[in-house]
């Protein structure tokens, strides 16, 4: 997103004030022994640096905010001893409120057994906007973290395009339920107790118009900044009550998607993920690691040097050709209608092959059909065609008992198709759409 002064200011007064704020917090704790006045001065002139550092860049990559830290750590004339280790960096770490030292994100790190931490906390309430690019995770890490909340029920909105406010009231209208007070009328979850979190994802796709609004993004700012909205049915004034809004967008110097305007982003601080970082992946291969050695306790001392040891990859050249070219045809090929333009495709792929893998038997890695299932073994491999038909035939006499009491003709169109479809499903959040003309077999496919 571009930069722009005011949400930068806000996030960094939000952030002093709770800097601020862990010293009483601290002393309150303990009171026996409350904050000395050296620790106080260090860490006074500490954390800001930490402030300032986060709140300019929340919403930039790695390397900027990497770039920001070392001018801060050149210019701020303060102790900095930990952070000119090699690799070192004003991002990754903090002040303690007890001692004024530095101290590593890295060792406030949970040991878990499973998922990771909460990325929201569920007493604060306050808008939350992730920014990545496609594959950095940034759905994943709102969808895990609010499914954890018992006391919040997660609200789903996919943005588009043609997106319009009246989506947003139809999810209202779906979930909540209005009641008249003494103090207007509020619109509020049916589930007394409970908290509606909207999600709205890839919430930058919308169109702006002539005037460069998103109108719906500018509902959305009305509803986080006055607390309500203007009924359109009778131009009442309604008040929003238990309900949070988050979201996930994708940077807007991608094609298709629009730049958020910045009086929406005062209101709601936005977090740029980028992709996983040595350290992170470590962490998440560590705790993976860490939970299936528990079925061995004699070896769960092993998960750290097991983490270190693990190599990159395992294919063979040979073996990762077809795996690219799998991937591409699903990309590329499926959304494509005429066999011309498949064909164009299968040639590009067999070409893009042969000037980038020179040390292979192309006739081999790239014979079709390319297909890939673990439908046969419990890894997802390349599969023989003929095999597979085979299963699938021998699999098919129980649908035909319970769903269907017409035997199916299982050519090749079909098992491809089917091979496609369970491809979606079995990914997280996984969805697609089937076009075809009527008795195309569009709903038999789904169900096989």
């Known amino acids: 997103m571009e930069f722009t002064i005011a949400p930068a200011v806000s996030t960094l007064f939000a952030l002093i004030n709770k800097m601020i704020g862990n010293v009483p917090d601290h002393n309150a704790r303990h009171s026996n022994f409350p904050l000395q006045q050296e620790y106080f001065n260090a860490y006074a002139k500490k954390h800001p640096l930490v402030a300032i550092v986060w709140a300019f860049t929340q919403d930039s990559e790695i390397d900027r905010r990497a770039k920001m830290a070392i001018f801060l750590q050149d210019h701020s004339g303060i ?31 949970l040991i878990v057994e499973i998922d990771s931490h909460q990325v929201i906390a569920s007493d604060v309430h306050k808008p939350l906007m992730l920014c990545g690019l496609p594959g950095s995770g940034n759905t994943m890490t709102l969808s895990s973290a609010m499914c954890k909340l018992s006391n919040m029920d997660v609200v789903r909105l996919n943005f588009s395009s043609a997106t319009t406010p009246e989506l947003v009231l139809k999810k209202f209208d779906q979930h909540c339920g209005y009641k008249k007070t003494l103090t207007g009328i509020f619109l ?217 009491d017409v035997p199916l003709v299982l050519f090749n169109d079909v098992l491809d198709h089917v091979l496609r479809i369970d491809r979606v499903f079995q990914q997280v959040q996984g969805h697609l759409l089937l076009i075809g003309v009527s008795g195309s077999g569009k709903g038999r496919a789904e169900c096989t």
């Open 79 to 109: 102790n900095m001893s930990p952070l000119h280790e090699p690799g070192a960096s004003l991002v990754d770490y903090d002040v303690q409120v007890s001692t004024g030292d530095w101290a590593a994100w890295q060792t406030s790190v």
């Open 188 to 404: 509020a979850p049916i589930q007394i107790g409970k908290w509606i979190v909207i999600f709205c994802n890839e919430i930058n796709l919308p169109a702006a118009d002539k005037y460069g609004t998103q109108k719906v993004i500018s509902f959305l700012r009305q509803l986080v900044k006055g607390g309500g909205f203007w009924r359109p049915s009778d131009k009442v004034w309604i008040k929003l009550e238990r309900i949070q809004f988050v979201g996930a967008c994708n940077p807007p110097t991608d094609p298709g998607w629009v730049t958020l305007s910045p009086r929406f982003l005062l209101h709601a601080p936005l977090v740029m993920v980028d992709y996983s970082g040595e350290a992170s992946l470590k962490q998440i291969y560590r705790t993976f690691n860490r939970a299936v050695l528990k079925v061995l306790p004699s070896r769960c001392g092993h998960a750290e040097p097991l983490t270190l040891a693990m190599p990159l990859e395992t294919l063979s050249l040979e073996g990762l050709v077809p795996v690219w070219a799998h991937e591409a045809l699903r990309l590329f090929s499926d959304h494509l209608v005429s066999e011309e333009e498949k064909q164009w495709t299968d040639e590009m792929i067999d070409s893009t092959a042969s000037n980038y893998f020179h040390n292979i038997n192309q006739q081999e890695a790239l014979t079709r059909p390319i297909l890939f299932s673990n439908w046969t073994s419990k890894y997802y491999i390349s599969v023989d065609r003929e095999e597979l038909q085979e299963y699938s035939k021998a699999r098919l006499w129980v649908f035909y008992e319970e769903e269907l």
